[in-house]
């Protein structure tokens, strides 16, 4: 099931994102504001697939392309998703999900922190052209390939 408001901030839900990229008939693109410049860029990965709840929605993804600058986000891959509550980052004394506002593909709390809370400053894409890594915006799209 999914969370937040579907006209704006959204999370479609972890099943749902595993049921259709299970066939690998979608692409994966970020929309990424910066802070304070405003200046606006995207990244884009032709593989994106989330794995079944049985393999705790582990991140398969690849294929980067854009004007972001850094693939900051492949250094997930093969990440299992984390929450509050299930703590399945790659720091055994930390929970990312937790210290960063917000639940994710989190390895060790690095490089993309697209969907955690501005106010733990982990709202970030790593390595993002004009030196200012954090963001104002962070979008992510499914496109047919």
Known sequence: MGFGDPSGNYWLGNDLLS??????????KFDLQ???????????????RV????????????????NAGHDAFSYQNGQKFSTF???NDSLPSL??????GGGFWHKDCASS?????????GFYWHGLLGG??????????????
């Open 113 to 121: 922190g697209v969907n955690s809370a501005r106010s733990t400053g």
């Open 85 to 87: 509550d299930r703590d």
């Open 51 to 66: 794995s079944s709840e049985a393999y705790y929605y582990k991140l398969e993804v690849g294929g980067f392309s854009g």
């Open 34 to 48: 910066q802070n304070g410049t405003g200046n606006r860029y995207y990244a884009e990965y032709s593989t994106f």
């Open 95 to 100: 929970n990312c999900a937790v210290s960063r």
């Open 19 to 28: 049921e259709l990229t299970a066939d690998n008939r979608y692409k994966l």
């Open 132 to 145: 200012e890594r954090q963001l104002q915006l962070s979008q992510m799209w499914l496109e047919c390939k």
